[in-house]
C-alpha cells in the first residue's frame, strides 16, 4: 500500500505487503528528518532518522528516503504486520532547535 | 525505568481553573519540550527548554507558564482553563541535535 501524493491522512494495507508513506517538507534549511510511529494512548516512538548528506538510510524493516530537491520524505515498512498499525509521523529539524511535525498518517493493516 | 516521565497521565477539569503537569526525564538530556496534540493528532510545540534556560517560545498564550527547576525537571502551568485547552501534552527532551524522546502524554480534559 503506498499513500500517494503528498499525504494521504490513512494508509490501509493487506498484511505482509510493503508500505510506503509519504511526507513533504517545508523547510529547505532542514538538514534533520525522523519518522517517529504512535500508537494509541502512546507517545511517539522514535523508528529512524536520516540527515541531509544522505539520501537512503535502511533500518530493520524500515528504509527511509530523503529527496531534497523535491522535499519529499518517505517511509517503507517492509512485509507490514499488525504490530505496524500506528499513526506515523515525519518530523524536519533545521538550525533551531525546533522539531516540526507534519500531519500524521494513519496505517491500518488488514489481517 | 522509565526515560521521560509525566504526570498526571489524567486530568478533568473545570473551565476557569488552574492546573500543572509535570514532566521528568532520566536519560541526561540537556533539552525538555512541551508538545501540544490537538483531536486530528497534529503535533505543536510549544516550549522548549536548555539547561534551565527557554530556548523556544512558540506563539501560546501567556496563560500557559513552564518552569524548569533543573535540567531534568520540565513542568507546564496552566491558568484560567478555557475549554479549548483541552488536549494531550507531550514532554519531550533531547540532547542537542538528536532525536526527541517523548513520555506517554497528559490528557487534559476542560469541562
Known amino acids: 500500500g503506498e499513500s500517494v501524493g503528498l499525504h494521504l491522512p490513512t494508509l490501509s494495507v493487506q498484511e505482509g505487503d510493503n508500505s510506503i508513506i509519504n511526507c513533504a517538507y517545508s523547510n529547505s534549511a532542514s538538514d534533520y528528518f525522523i519518522w517517529y510511529k504512535q500508537e494509541s494512548g502512546k507517545g511517539p516512538q522514535f523508528i529512524i532518522d536520516?540527515?541531509?548528506?544522505?539520501d537512503k538510510r535502511q533500518g530493520q524493516r524500515v528504509t527511509v528516503l530523503l529527496n531534497k530537491t523535491v522535499k519529499h520524505l518517505s517511509l517503507q515498512i517492509a512485509a507490514t504486520q499488525p504490530g505496524d498499525s500506528a499513526v506515523y509521523f515525519c518530523?524536519?529539524?533545521?538550525?533551531?532547535?525546533?522539531?516540526?511535525f507534519g500531519a500524521g498518517t494513519t496505517v491500518t493493516v488488514r489481517a | 525505568d522509565t526515560a521521560v516521565s509525566q504526570t498526571p497521565k489524567y486530568l478533568v477539569t473545570q473551565m476557569g481553573n488552574d492546573k500543572s503537569i509535570k514532566c521528568e526525564q532520566n536519560?541526561?538530556?540537556?533539552?525538555m519540550y512541551w508538545y501540544k496534540q490537538d483531536s486530528k493528532k497534529f503535533l505543536k510545540i510549544m516550549f522548549s527548554y536548555n539547561n534551565k534556560e527557554l530556548i523556544i517560545n512558540e506563539t501560546v498564550p501567556n496563560r500557559f507558564s513552564p518552569k524548569s527547576p533543573d535540567k531534568a525537571h520540565l513542568n507546564l502551568h496552566i491558568n484560567s482553563l478555557e475549554l479549548g485547552d483541552s488536549a494531550v501534552y507531550f514532554c519531550?527532551?533531547?540532547?542537542?541535535?538528536?532525536?526527541?524522546?517523548f513520555g506517554e502524554g497528559s490528557r487534559l480534559t476542560v469541562l
Open positions: 536520516i540527515r541531509s548528506n544522505m
Open positions: 536519560l541526561g538530556h540537556d533539552t
Open positions: 519531550a527532551s533531547s540532547r542537542d541535535t538528536g532525536e526527541l524522546f
Open positions: 518530523a524536519e529539524k533545521g538550525p533551531s532547535p525546533k522539531l516540526s
